[in-house]
């Protein structure tokens, strides 16, 4: 990969705000203008806009230079290689200033949100600082698709990857250069996840992460293509599931173990696990009620749909990877299957007791009932059991860098 930078010499600013753009020819002149205008007059930090070139094919480069030529404080860099979250990292890797932001092109964020979105980092408040559309006091003008998705996607990072921020994507974003320095290295992507990603290691990494309410108009020109973005996006945070380490970034306190999410973490996934295994043993069940008694029917869809739920939790609810104790870890899933085929089956007999003949609902009815009282008992047996496991193989990454 290489970078070209324009010739203009600049001092250090406080703040260095990256542009990504990638054939932007059109958007790129008045919306740099009018944000070199804002910072002028009305941010009260020295800043610098970086305008970083990611492999554009039209007029773009040459407007960024010429832009870099008539404007104080305007920068230009050129890549030639596309992606928004390599832009970013050659960018914010390359900066003097003391915190590195970035905002989209389109200017769809309001900029009295740039003020608190960067006070917070220089204050020693917070390490990291995003715009949310989805926190309380955000103002959002978009049509219902992109809500809807960009909502869904929040839903999954926190259910998926325990994540405690609202908003990922927002396209308005800052984060301490001593901080970047330590992250960025850990990032793998290098286009629209990237955010998600960086957010995700900060998380991991115990650093705090302010949200900023902002008012976001959307840009109905924009150049995501959604239907990939969205496919890279789940590829990533896959990903991450599967790369539970945490990071401890030098000058900071150890965070927890990043492969065990805590107990709130644990009870969400768990819950979501066994929504998805209660679905598949609902459908087991009624396949072999048709050819079996009811309490036979039972132990099959349980005993079948407990090797699932015993390798999905211990992967994605305690974070244990590798084969060490796997064959224990399922043992604990037998425990547990034995706990919940006890209840639920002493339910049939005294469903059977009490009613004559009763239904094939009142059979699933009380089974789901009974299966979610095992539930219970079944996860403080998993967490106990599987959870040692999680702290035997938790290998966190400490990075330790020289102090300048």
């Not at 107990?263 to 609902?282: D, H, N, P, W």
């Not at 899933?333 to 009490?354: D, K, M, N, R, W």
């Amino acid at each position: 990969m290489n970078a070209e930078r324009g010739s203009q010499p600049t001092s250090a600013p406080t703040v260095d705000i990256v542009v990504p753009v990638y054939n932007e020819a059109h958007d790129l002149e008045p919306s740099l203008r009018h944000l070199r205008t804002y910072l002028d007059e009305r941010f009260p930090y020295p800043a610098r806009i970086t305008i970083a070139d990611n492999a554009s094919t039209d007029t773009t480069w040459a407007i960024a230079r010429r832009l870099e030529r008539e404007l104080a404080g305007v920068r230009a860099v050129h890549l030639d290689q596309k992606g928004r979250g390599r832009a970013l990292r050659s960018a914010w890797l390359a900066s003097d200033a003391a915190v590195l932001a970035y905002m989209d092109v389109d200017l769809s964020t309001g900029l009295d949100a740039l003020l608190p979105l960067v006070a917070g980092l220089l204050s020693g408040h917070s390490q990291v600082a995003i715009g949310s559309r989805l926190a309380a006091g955000a103002h959002v003008t978009r049509g219902p698709k992109r809500e809807i998705i960009s909502r869904s996607y929040n839903l999954i990072l926190r259910t998926a990857l325990g994540a405690q921020f609202r908003d990922a994507q927002c396209g308005f974003k800052a984060i301490r250069a001593d901080v970047a320095a330590e992250l960025l290295p850990l990032v793998e992507d290098q286009a629209w996840f990237f955010d998600t990603e960086l957010l995700i290691l900060a998380q991991r990494a115990g650093l705090r992460i302010l949200e900023v309410p902002v008012d976001w108009v959307d840009d109905p020109d924009s150049r995501v293509q959604l239907r990939s973005t969205a496919t890279a996006d789940l590829r990533g945070v896959w990903r991450l599931l599967r790369r539970r380490r945490s990071v401890r970034p030098a000058g900071f306190a150890p965070p927890e173990d990043g492969r065990r999410p805590g107990l709130a973490g644990q009870v969400r996934r768990f819950a979501v696990i066994g929504v998805i295994s209660t679905i598949a043993y609902v459908g087991l069940y009624s396949l072999a009620r048709a050819f079996e008694p009811a309490a036979l029917a039972n132990a099959a869809a349980l005993i079948t749909t407990t090797v699932g739920n015993t390798a999905a939790n211990r992967r994605l609810t305690f974070g244990v990877r590798g084969r060490n104790d796997l064959l224990g870890d399922h043992l604990a899933g037998l425990a547990g299957l034995a706990v919940a085929l006890t209840i639920t089956t002493l339910s049939i007999g005294l469903l059977e007791t009490t009613v004559d003949h009763p239904s094939r609902v009142a059979e699933l009815l009380v089974l789901v009932g009974a299966n979610a009282l095992a539930t219970i008992c079944r996860f403080g047996l998993l967490r106990a059991l599987i959870a040692r496991a999680g702290r035997r193989d938790a290998t966190p990454i400490s990075l330790e860098r020289t102090p300048s």
